[in-house]
Every structure is written in C-alpha cells, then in structure tokens.
C-alpha cells in the first residue's frame, strides 16, 4: 500500500528527478533500523548464551557493530556517516580485543580519540558531501516567501 502510494506521488510528481526518488525511498530503509538491530541482538544474546568465545559480551560488541554498518547503509556516505560508521565499526573491533585480554582498556581508550581525530580529517575532504538534512532546502524557503 505504502509503495503504491509513493508510486502514485512520484508519478504525479512535475519533475520526476532522481532527487525525488531517493526522498521517497528514505523512510523504507529506515524501517530497516529496528529488524537488523534486533536480530543483531538476538545472534549476540545467543552466541553469549551458547558460550561462543566465551567472556565476550556479543551483545554489546555486535551491537557496536551493525550501529556502523547501519549508519553507512541507510544515511549513505557524507561527512558525518564517515565519522561514525567507521568509528563504531573499529570501536567494535577493539571491544572484541579488549574482552579477549588482548588489549587494555587504559590502550583502547586512546586509540578511539586518535580514531575519531583521523575521521574528522578525513571528513573534512571536499569529495565527502555534507548531508542533506544539513542543507538549508532552499525552494521550501522561496515557497514561504513568496506573496
């Protein structure tokens, strides 16, 4: 139902620009958000309960995880999902070092604030877009003021 509706407004729609398209697709793959987290936490919560690797906490390291995937995945690529996809996706990787007793926490620590520093650098590249919840929409703004 709510695909045909969208169809039907993307049909009727003036322009018909690729623009339009995405903006309509966006609230499906929000949707995915709640599913995948969920059966990311169920695989953790099982794999902890069934004793896999024993003393990591799969819940929370896996968790860590699909929250940097998802970010990439539904937010696309822009300044901001570069920071934090990656971010959370390393954060993961350490958490699993750390709960192994490969890594101290007083070393992790450290190595997600210089993490998070190279990210914000990386950012800053004029080939990264800057999100578009971020940009001001301008036709909105011209509609609300005209007479």
Do not use: C, H, Y
Request: avoid cysteine; charged fraction near 20%.
């Amino acid at each position: 139902m709510a695909a045909a509706v969208a169809r039907r407004m993307l049909s009727q729609s003036d322009s018909g620009r690729e623009e339009d398209r995405i903006t309509l697709m966006k609230p499906d793959q929000k949707t995915l958000i709640l599913p995948i987290l969920l059966i990311t936490v169920g695989a953790g919560w099982l794999l902890t309960t069934l004793g896999v690797a024993p003393g990591i906490d799969w819940v929370w390291t896996l968790g860590l995880a699909m929250v940097g995937l998802l970010t990439v995945a539904v937010g696309g690529i822009d300044k901001v999902s570069v920071v934090i996809g990656p971010f959370f996706i390393v954060a993961s990787s350490l958490s699993i070092l750390r709960q192994t007793g490969r890594l101290r926490l007083d070393v992790e620590l450290p190595i997600l604030v210089i993490v998070a520093g190279v990210l914000l650098l990386v950012a800053r590249s004029p080939a990264i877009p800057i999100p578009k919840w971020i940009i001001p929409d301008t036709k909105a703004k011209r509609e609300d003021t005209s007479p």
